[in-house]
């Protein structure tokens, strides 16, 4: 008899931060051994949830030293129908990960993902100099590197340390603490909720109809009218001419407010479209 539980496609392979997410999501699904499906890309994990192959998807927002995830906000914004779920905030502590018979003498080059390397520049410089470094697809790719090779460390959790017979030789590396990702559960769009909460988030893509001199001032004003502060605001172009934006918009209200359906509703006469990627509950 076939499984009735979801599949949740994530960015592997396992032991990455999205897969550390995954399972904190299925957590508060109250499934304990979630059923997971790796992906190379979060395009693949978007893929696989706007055809049906997997009912969940998780994939990465934003990160508070690195900022919006590029590839996540097109996304949402230019190629997938998908809709946000909920939201999960896992805190980056970064590792240095050796192979179980390594000494750091032993190590010649550093593996990490490009942001795990460039979180932990300070450590490097100060306790591997003059290493050389190479990026990999994912922080968990270049832990299942050092298992395997002891002239190879890596920047990666502990978990991926655990998963591919690695070491961990020093914990919390980065260089700033308080290290966050914020990571969405999408589903297909017209997904019933899966989680509830008494504050919410609600995600948009704003879609202009042409631009010119004052229409941000006009979208902001629509939501100030409605008392609707913005958490976050960012322009994206919209890869069809140069100097043509639209913008990625958040704030802690529920859609289905009053205020905000005004609001929207005053921006859908302005603006060529607005997009909910989702209203869903804050942890």
Do not use: W
Not at 250 to 264: M, P
Request: a negative charge; hydrophobic letters at 40%.
């Amino acid at each position: 008899m076939a499984s009735t539980e979801p599949v949740f496609a994530y960015l592997g392979p396992a032991g990455t931060y999205t897969d550390e997410a995954a399972r904190a999501f299925a957590a508060r699904l109250g499934i304990d051994d979630p059923n997971l499906f790796e992906c190379a890309s979060f395009d693949e994990v978007f893929d696989c949830v706007d055809r049906g192959k997997c009912e969940f998807g998780v994939v990465a927002k934003e990160n508070s030293l690195e900022g919006s995830v590029t590839a996540t906000l097109d996304n949402f914004s230019f190629k997938s129908s998908a809709t946000i779920l909920g939201e999960e905030v896992v805190d980056i502590h970064h590792c240095l990960i050796m192979h179980p018979d390594a000494k750091i003498e032993d190590i010649s080059t550093v593996a990490s993902h490009a942001q795990g390397l460039a979180q932990c520049r300070r450590f490097l410089s100060e306790r591997l100099p003059g290493r050389s470094t190479i990026t990999t697809s994912s922080t968990a790719e270049s832990a299942r590197l050092a298992g395997e090779n002891k002239h190879i460390a890596s920047i990666a959790n502990a978990f991926a340390a655990e998963l591919y017979g690695a070491r961990v030789e020093e914990r919390e590396i980065e260089d700033h603490f308080g290290n966050q990702t914020s990571f969405a559960l999408i589903g297909r769009q017209g997904h019933p909720p899966v989680f509830t909460g008494e504050r919410y988030k609600t995600s948009l893509a704003l879609f202009l109809q042409v631009d010119r001199a004052g229409t941000l001032n006009m979208i902001l004003s629509e939501f100030a009218y409605a008392g609707i502060n913005l958490s976050m605001i960012q322009s994206r172009p919209t890869k069809q001419a140069l100097g043509d934006y639209m913008f990625f918009i958040e704030f802690k209200e529920n859609v289905n407010d009053l205020a905000v359906q005004t609001a929207l509703n005053c921006l859908r006469l302005k603006l060529r479209e607005v997009k909910v990627l989702g209203s869903y509950p804050i942890m």
